[in-house]
C-alpha cells in the first residue's frame, strides 16, 4: 500500500484549511466521467444525495461502482465532469479531503502493526482523531489491542478497518464492498457496527454492494450504477412507493404495458406479470388487474436486467 494511498484511506494531515458549513447536500456529481484507455468506466454519472442519508450503491461487478467510490475520495480525477462532497470540489482543497474516510475493499491494515499501533497511525494522520470514540468501540467488540492485525479473524480486520474511519470523525464515510469476503454472521455484525456509527456520529455513508440483501434493512437512499451510469438514485421509501408489479390476464399484458413505463414484464399462457414505474394510487381501471408493493431486490434486480431502462432523466452521451 503506497503511502499516498494510505493517507487518503485514513485521511489526511495536519495544517488543513477550515472546512466550511455544512451544505445540506452531502454529494453532488455532474455529468462524472471516468475513462480508462479505450474503455469509458463512467459515463455522465449527475446525482445528488442529501446530508445524513445511508446509501447503497448497487450494481453488478463492472458496473464502475468502484470508480464512482475512487472519484468521491479523490483517489483518482475524472476524465471530464465535476463531483463535490458537502459543496466543496473534491481534489482542490484539503478540506474536502479531511470530511471524507475511505474503507477499501481490500481492508488498509498492516499484518504486522498491533490494533493499538493502527489506532496510533490513524491518529498521527489525523487532527481530528477521537481516541477516545476508537478506542470504546474496539473494547466493546472485545478485539485485543495488543493482537497483531494479521491474527485477527476476517470480521474483527473489517471492524477495525471500520473503527479507524469513524474515528476520523469524518462527514462523509465512503465504503466499497466492505463485507466482501465476510461470512454472514461477520457481515451482520459489520453492518450493525455501522448502523451503530452512524447513530451516533449523524454522518452520511455510501456503501457499495452486489448483495442486495446486505443493504435492504440500513439504507434509506438508493443509487444503482449499470455499465457505467445511474439508473436509479433517490429516497428508497419514495422509489418503492413508485413502482408496482401489476398482475392480469396475458392477452391483456400489451395493452397495460402502453399505459405506463414497464421495468419487467414476465408472462405465462394465462397471467403476465408487469413491474411498473407509476405513482401510488394510481388506478388500474380494470378490475382483472391487481396490483401489489414491490422489494427492494425485486426493484433493483429488475432495473439490472434492463441496462438501458432509468428512472431518471438521461443526458445525451458523448464519446469525445
Given at each position: ?111 504486522g ?15 481530528g ?25 476476517g ?57 442486495v ?8 437512499w ?15 421509501d419514495?422509489?418503492?412507493a ?12 400489451d ?9 419487467s ?21 380494470d378490475?382483472?388487474w ?31
Amino acid at each position: 500500500m503506497t503511502a499516498d494511498r494510505t493517507v487518503r484511506m485514513f485521511g489526511g494531515g495536519a495544517g488543513e484549511l477550515t472546512a466550511p458549513a455544512k451544505s445540506p447536500t452531502a454529494l453532488e456529481a455532474m455529468r462524472l466521467a471516468k475513462r480508462y484507455r479505450g474503455t469509458w468506466a463512467l459515463r455522465d454519472c449527475t446525482m445528488s444525495v442529501p446530508a445524513g442519508r445511508v446509501v447503497a450503491l448497487v450494481g453488478p461487478n463492472g458496473a464502475g461502482k468502484s470508480t464512482f467510490l475512487h472519484l468521491v475520495a479523490g483517489l483518482i480525477a475524472p476524465t471530464r465532469g465535476s463531483v463535490r462532497v458537502f459543496g466543496e470540489p473534491v481534489g482542490q482543497r484539503a478540506a474536502a479531503l479531511a470530511r471524507v474516510a475511505f474503507l477499501a475493499q481490500d481492508k488498509p491494515l498492516y499484518d504486522g502493526f498491533t490494533v493499538a499501533e493502527m489506532l496510533r497511525f490513524g491518529h498521527h494522520l489525523n487532527p481530528g482523531w477521537d481516541d477516545t470514540l476508537a478506542r470504546q468501540r474496539l473494547a466493546e467488540l472485545d478485539i485485543p489491542l495488543n493482537r497483531k492485525v494479521g491474527k485477527l479473524s476476517g470480521g474483527q480486520q473489517a471492524q477495525v478497518a471500520l473503527t479507524i474511519a469513524v474515528a476520523k470523525r469524518p462527514d462523509l464515510l465512503v465504503m466499497d464492498e466492505p463485507l466482501a469476503n465476510l461470512d454472514p454472521v461477520a457481515r451482520h455484525d459489520v453492518m450493525r457496527s455501522l448502523m451503530a456509527a452512524v447513530a451516533e456520529t449523524q454522518m452520511t455513508v455510501v456503501l457499495s454492494s452486489h448483495v442486495v440483501s446486505d443493504l435492504t434493512n440500513a439504507c434509506d437512499w438508493l443509487v444503482v450504477l449499470n455499465r457505467g451510469q445511474v439508473q436509479i438514485s433517490g429516497e428508497v421509501d419514495e422509489l418503492l412507493a413508485a413502482h408496482r408489479m401489476v398482475s392480469g390476464p396475458a392477452e391483456l399484458a400489451d395493452g397495460m404495458a402502453a399505459r405506463m413505463p414497464v421495468i419487467s414484464d414476465s408472462r405465462r399462457e394465462r397471467q403476465a406479470d408487469l413491474l411498473v414505474r407509476t405513482g401510488p394510487g394510481t388506478p388500474l381501471h380494470d378490475p382483472r388487474w391487481r396490483a401489489s408493493g414491490v422489494s427492494l431486490e425485486e426493484l433493483v434486480l429488475a432495473y439490472l436486467r434492463r441496462p438501458d431502462t432509468t428512472a431518471l432523466p438521461r443526458p445525451t452521451l458523448t464519446t469525445t
